[in-house]
């Protein structure tokens, strides 16, 4: 009896919190991009700095946040109206099962792909540094450490199998997002995981084998929260695991893992909903933890809009062109009718065919394309600016940049915003979180296909045909896919 009561989810216990291990720094952090490590203070520069320039700083600070409050006040009722599309829209997209996705989607190859990605994250870097593989199978000392997970926007739970098939055995998954209906179907969703003993897909993941029990189901807590607007500090289970609202704060307790998959663009709407949030992540990570996620790629975004606007620009180049020889050859034809017989000449509408569209310009309904907005996409996937976009693609400043986005059968015209990635790394080395991983998503496929547990993987979740065959995903596909990239920070 005793050990079936072991198999079913335990109830979390938070003093059995075990102290956060002292992360090793390196010097010079896995980053894709090139960029050089952040410069560290010197010991005892604070020290340096006088009571009355840390005062004056303070100032500065505070009337800053009485800004951004006032600024957030003034714009509220637009801001509460975009919210609540977003909202409606995730609570009205319909639950169509996992057969589905995997049979009769149109995007199936993009699906599978982009959780296999969220899979290579979440195996590289939800683990401890000093986990072992395997240990607790050995009986090996420490072996029951165990993970606690902040999901935020976890959605209807599309993540919880990925995080039970964790490396690390995960204790407690917390999941938040601010989509009631989503909330509802990601209980559903675990309640039918528990039934099944544990997740019911033991091969799926980087532990257990197809024929292996599957390891005891997490405990896991759900809530409804606006995590960009407010603190989640008031939030029961975040306070027991632990939660400092003192970025410099040398903490043991917290999260040993945060994350969020497909939604921190929410957050650049303001900066004021920007820092809202990383002081959400930053406060519930303990030293040492990890913040890992995947958002859209402001590069190709930024290109694409340079790109766009380049062509506007030649398009009306071509057409003030094509009025100043038009206003030349009006003398020439004065009352418009021909100079023979006095009738009125019939106009030559061959020249006025409109034009084709360019590759990866779309167009609207009546066939004409927008020339005034930037936008993108092909038959799965569409971006498209309401207004006016930098002619250079560089997003200054770095909030607030919205725009429209669809892909077939899950987002239906939903407005996000643009993250510029520098901006955003910036911004999270103010709240102690520093980069150790930044990779586009076919660069994660290059560099994770042959990998000797992920390369499997992606066999196993339709990502490409045993064996190391051919990729199942469409180039339409992969361009939606490469739309994206993944990060993962550290709490220092």
């Not at 109206?81 to 409606?88: K, L, T, W």
């Amino acid at each position: 009896m005793a050990g079936e009561t072991d198999d079913l989810p335990q109830p979390f216990d938070a003093k059995k919190l075990a102290p956060a291990k002292k992360r090793q720094r390196s010097t010079s952090p896995n980053n894709a991009t090139g960029d050089s490590p952040r410069k560290q203070k010197r010991p005892g520069q604070r020290a340096r700095i006088t009571d009355a320039e840390r005062e004056r700083a303070r100032q500065r600070a505070l009337e800053r946040e009485r800004a951004l409050q006032q600024e957030q006040q003034a714009v509220a009722p637009e801001r509460q109206a975009i919210n609540d599309v977003v909202r409606a829209h995730y609570n009205a997209v319909p639950e169509r099962g996992r057969d589905w996705r995997k049979t009769d989607s149109r995007i199936k190859g993009l699906r599978s792909f982009n959780n296999w990605v969220k899979s290579c994250i979440i195996q590289k870097f939800s683990p401890a540094e000093d986990h072992t593989p395997g240990a607790r199978e050995r009986g090996e000392r420490g072996a029951e450490d165990r993970l606690l997970v902040l999901d935020i926007g976890c959605g209807k739970g599309g993540d919880l199998g990925k995080w039970q098939q964790a490396p690390q055995p995960v204790d407690l998954y917390v999941g938040l997002d601010p989509a009631e209906v989503s909330i509802a179907q990601a209980m559903d969703r675990y309640k039918s995981m528990a039934n099944r003993g544990g997740g019911g897909r033991g091969g799926r993941g980087g532990r257990g084998g197809f024929n292996r029990r599957p390891p005891r189901l997490f405990d896991a807590r759900f809530h409804v929260k606006d995590c960009y607007g407010e603190s989640i500090e008031d939030i029961d289970i975040i306070r027991q695991v632990g939660f400092t609202s003192n970025t410099i704060a040398d903490t043991s307790r917290g999260f040993d893992v945060v994350s969020m998959m497909f939604c921190m663009h929410y957050a650049f709407e303001t900066e004021q909903k920007a820092r809202q949030m990383l002081k959400n992540v930053a406060g519930a990570l303990k030293k040492g933890g990890r913040f890992i996620g995947c958002i859209p790629n402001s590069d190709v975004i930024g290109a694409r809009v340079e790109e766009f606007n380049k062509k506007l620009e030649e398009r009306k180049r071509k057409k003030a062109e094509e009025k100043e020889k038009a206003a030349a050859a009006a003398p020439a034809a004065a009352d418009g009718q021909d100079q023979t017989d006095g009738t009125p000449t019939k106009p030559d509408n061959t020249a006025a065919a409109a034009p084709e569209k360019e590759d990866g310009e779309v167009q609207e309904d009546d066939g004409e394309a927008d020339d005034e907005t930037a936008q993108w996409g092909n038959d799965i996937y569409r971006v498209r600016f309401p207004g006016k976009t930098p002619e250079d693609g560089i997003f200054r400043p770095p909030f607030g940049w919205k725009y429209n986005f669809f892909l077939h059968e899950a987002v239906e015209e939903v407005p996000e915003y643009v993250v510029p990635w520098h901006a955003f790394r910036a911004l999270a080395e103010d709240y102690n979180l520093e980069l150790s991983y930044h990779k586009t998503f076919r660069d994660v496929w290059e560099s994770e296909k042959d990998d000797r547990e992920l390369g499997p993987l992606s066999e196993r979740m339709g990502v490409r045909e045993r064996g190391g065959g051919a990729l199942l995903v469409s180039d339409e596909e992969m361009e939606a896919a490469s739309f994206y990239v993944a990060f993962c920070f550290y709490r220092v």
